[in-house]
């Protein structure tokens, strides 16, 4: 499911999902997270048991010397010292009860696993059995009391068997009760790079990927796309010379990496061009969003960056730079052509380099976001 090389083969296949299978597919690929997660717990506790011993030392009531009255010798207590096998047998009790109620959960969810395009199903039955198996070689299960002391094995199925507990999804009325906030910003920016994919496919590129980069070609002109990476193993030059007296190692981990890079190479130049998402409506962070935009376009010296976000929910700006974002948002969706809202706008940069914010919001039509996208990419491309 996370895997690039299957992006470009589920692409035709997205539209026909409708919004409670996305939901159901999202909460099984938590739960068989989880329950990989438990798996992994199940080999380190057991692991434990036999590897890890515990250092003892022990006093004997015999005393080692010899005892005179007449020659007052010294004498010494009679100490033993011994490896104790760490058997561990309440946390590997608390680790039962995890184990059977993630391997319930998963049960539960594991048909939500079979719907296409983004199907898992043989490998969350694979993690099933598994436990099946595993749960086995522990102990009578015993309600968890998890604390700091705990080992990190203990700790880590926890937190996941909570993950597959409240893994639930789906629209919620206004002011409902939500079990868990799960982050799914991640998720939009695979949504968004399925978008820009699509639109380069409509250009005429032929898409081709492995694993962890995709590829496109049309004629002598070749795009390198990637996701959450610097974008200098491409070939781009970064502007960050050295971080005070640290090696290059360090150095280059300092640099940023945008959410998607598209590196587009023709016979006589290399183009570059950023896309950064936002999941948010909040005036604050898509202004933060706005000047790190600004940043990578000068760390990189990108042709073009694009910002990219949903839209903004609360109007109430707080500083001057909100306030502008606010502004730059109501016009980009004040304007209009043919009667449909244009939603991006183009900040000009004196050196001739362009910002771009753009909103993409899943909530919208396909058709419109498409569309959207397409118009910023098809003047950059």
């Known amino acids: 499911m996370d895997s690039f090389s299957k992006l470009s083969r589920i692409l035709d296949k997205v539209d026909a999902m409708n919004l409670d299978d996305a939901q159901q597919v999202i909460s099984a690929y938590l739960t068989y997270s989880a329950l ?30 010899i005892l005179d009255v007449s020659r007052s010798l010294t004498t010494l207590p009679f100490n033993v010292a011994y490896l104790q096998p760490n058997l561990r047998s309440k946390e590997l009790s608390f680790l039962a009860w995890i184990a059977r109620e993630t391997l319930r959960n998963a049960k539960d969810k594991l048909n939500y696993s079979a719907i296409e395009p983004f199907s898992f199903y ?18 009578e299960p015993s309600i968890p009391s998890i604390d700091e002391n705990s080992p990190d094995w203990l700790r880590n199925s926890y937190r996941a068997y909570l993950i597959s507990k409240r893994s639930k999804m789906g629209i919620k009325s206004r002011g409902g009760r939500k079990d868990v906030k799960i982050v799914i910003s991640k998720l939009y920016e ?20 492995k694993e962890g980069f995709m590829e496109g070609s049309l004629g002598n002109e070749l795009l390198h796309l990637a996701f959450n ?6 070939g781009i030059k970064d502007l960050i010379e050295s971080v005070d007296a640290m090696d290059e190692k360090f150095t280059k981990s300092v640099l940023g990496r945008p959410d998607l890079s598209i590196i587009k190479e023709s016979e ?31 760390e990189f010296s990108s042709d073009a960056t694009l910002l990219v976000f949903p839209g903004l ?24 052509v043919n009667g449909q809202v244009v939603g991006w ?35 950059l491309i």
Request: aromatic share 10%.
């Open 229 to 234: 990476v610097d974008p200098t193993s491409y």
């Open 122 to 139: 043989h490998e969350m039955r694979r993690e099933i059995k598994k436990a099946y198996e595993r749960k086995k070689l522990l102990p």
């Open 313 to 336: 929910l609360n109007r109430k700006a707080k500083q001057g730079e909100e306030e502008s974002t606010i502004r730059i948002y109501e016009e980009m969706m004040k304007r209009k």
């Open 36 to 65: 990989r997660t438990v798996n992994r717990a199940i080999n380190s506790g057991l692991r434990d048991q036999w590897v890890r011993r515990e250092y003892l030392s022990e006093t004997g009531e015999d005393v080692y010397g």
């Open 268 to 298: 006589r130049k290399r183009k570059l061009i950023i896309i950064e998402c936002k999941y948010s409506l909040s005036p604050t962070y898509i202004t933060e969003g706005r000047f790190k935009a600004m940043a990578y376009t000068y």
């Open 345 to 379: 706008i183009d900040l000009k940069l004196r050196d001739g380099r362009k910002v771009y914010l753009v909103s993409i919001d899943p909530m919208e039509k396909m058709e419109e976001n498409f569309e959207r996208m397409k118009t910023v990419i098809s003047s």
């Open 190 to 209: 695979l949504f968004v790079y399925m978008i820009v994919m699509k639109v380069l496919k409509e250009k005429g590129f032929t898409i081709k990927g």
